[in-house]
């Protein structure tokens, strides 16, 4: 049996998780798609790996041990099946004549959420509920809005015991995962790029913590995980326009000791206080080093580590690709220092200090941060094109 890239890294830890990044509802599709553009000779090797990875059939025997969604993948489950979903909308809009565009799209969400969560129910129960939880998020446009984002989590966790609600990384995002928390509530802390997030995040969720237990509240079923948006804080925050500013060149190596350098401080820090959040990385890449070298250093680079890695498509297929010119995994790799040149020099950036200091950013400052903006658009567009679809078919 030859393992997969991601059953490697897992091996590393006992207690590493990957997840699938994307509605369980497009595996099927995308393992044929994947399988069918297999090279020579690997195609029965690759069926191998992708049935231990996920089979519908044999849900509680997967070797993800979880699954994320955001408004883009939803959107791309909606694409792969337009008819399906028309008719579901049709349904839906007949069955509630009260209902308007957004409240029909929000009950399509919400059974998007149900279908998948009780896809990979089985995992739940087996594991006594420690894995097989879907994560659905919140309206990406309300990430200042508490209260919506209130009503819309208390509305995902109705989906199913093993559902995660995904809150932004915003101060009210923050405020309500601790009211979440408190209630016994999974999360999943998302759009989050910054080690003053990460705090604010531990902090929410200790607070929820001994609310819920003094209020006797059952936390049997309870989980949490913190989501480090790895490549987007390097490539969509501000780092490249402030070191051009400054005359400063930064190399794509760089950027990845910086990303590395900031979750391994927040990977750490939580390590220190015990807390029982975990680290949740996603937004890897698979790339040359300046070398020339074929690496995916958003996994390499914490190999040992007990994090969760949540994996689309995509990426999955992408280390499938190369998995021969990938250098193996070195399982103290976590324990690896960042490159402290590379560290000093992105210190001159002040976004890079806001996303490394413990105090580099006040909580009403994160929705400023240029990873969550750029970030928290992309996932507002990709919403607002799943609602344009509930309207063109009620619509007619």
Avoid at 10 to 27: F, G, K, Q, R
Avoid at 148 to 162: F, H, K, P, V, Y
Avoid at 312 to 320: A, C, D, F, T, V
Avoid at 377 to 383: G, Q
Wanted: proline share 6%; aromatic share 8%.
């Amino acid at each position: 049996m030859t393992k997969h890239v991601l059953e490697k890294l897992a091996d590393t830890n006992p207690d590493a998780e990957i997840w699938w990044d994307s509605s369980p509802l497009v595996y099927p599709s995308w393992k044929e798609e994947t399988l069918a553009a297999a090279p020579d000779g690997k195609a029965d090797e690759w069926d191998d790996q992708l049935t231990r990875l996920y089979n519908p059939d044999a849900p509680a025997e997967m070797g993800f041990r979880g699954v994320t969604t955001n408004p883009p993948l939803s959107l791309q489950a909606v694409q792969l099946d337009p008819e399906g979903w028309t008719k579901l909308v049709k349904d839906i809009a007949a069955d509630n004549p009260s209902l308007d565009v957004e409240g029909v799209y929000w009950k399509m969400y919400l059974h998007l959420v149900k279908l998948g969560a009780d896809a990979i129910h089985p995992l739940f129960e087996k594991s006594g509920y420690k894995y097989g939880m879907l994560s659905g998020q919140v309206d990406p446009r309300f990430v200042s809005d508490g209260d919506a984002m209130l009503e819309q989590g208390l509305s995902i966790a109705e989906m199913g015991d093993n559902v995660m609600v995904k809150l932004p990384g915003s101060k009210e995002g923050y405020e309500v995962l601790e009211e979440l928390t408190a209630r016994g509530i999974a999360t999943n802390n998302t759009t989050s790029f910054t080690v003053p997030q990460y705090v604010r995040c531990r902090a929410a969720v200790s607070a929820g913590l001994l609310r819920a237990k003094a209020a006797g509240v059952d936390l049997s079923k309870w989980r949490s995980v913190i989501t480090h948006m790895s490549s987007r804080l390097g490539e969509k925050s501000d780092w490249k326009k402030e070191a051009e500013q400054r005359g400063i060149e930064l190399s794509l190596d760089e950027i990845r000791d910086g990303e590395e350098a900031v979750l391994k401080r927040a990977y750490w820090h939580g390590k220190d206080i015990d807390h029982p959040s975990k680290m949740l990385q996603c937004s890897m890449r698979v790339e040359k080093d300046k070398d020339g070298n074929t690496v995916s250093r958003h996994i390499s680079d914490y190999a040992g580590s007990d994090m969760v890695y949540t994996c689309p498509p995509g990426y999955i297929k992408q280390l499938m690709e190369v998995e021969n010119e990938l250098a193996p995994f070195d399982p103290k790799a976590i324990e690896r220092e960042p490159n402290k040149a590379s560290i000093e020099k992105l210190m001159k950036l002040p976004a890079f200090r806001q996303a490394y200091e413990y105090e580099g950013m006040k909580p009403h400052e994160f929705a400023q941060f240029g990873s969550f903006q750029a970030t928290a658009t992309e996932f507002a567009a990709a919403t607002r094109q799943t609602v344009d679809f509930v309207r063109m078919v009620m619509e007619g």
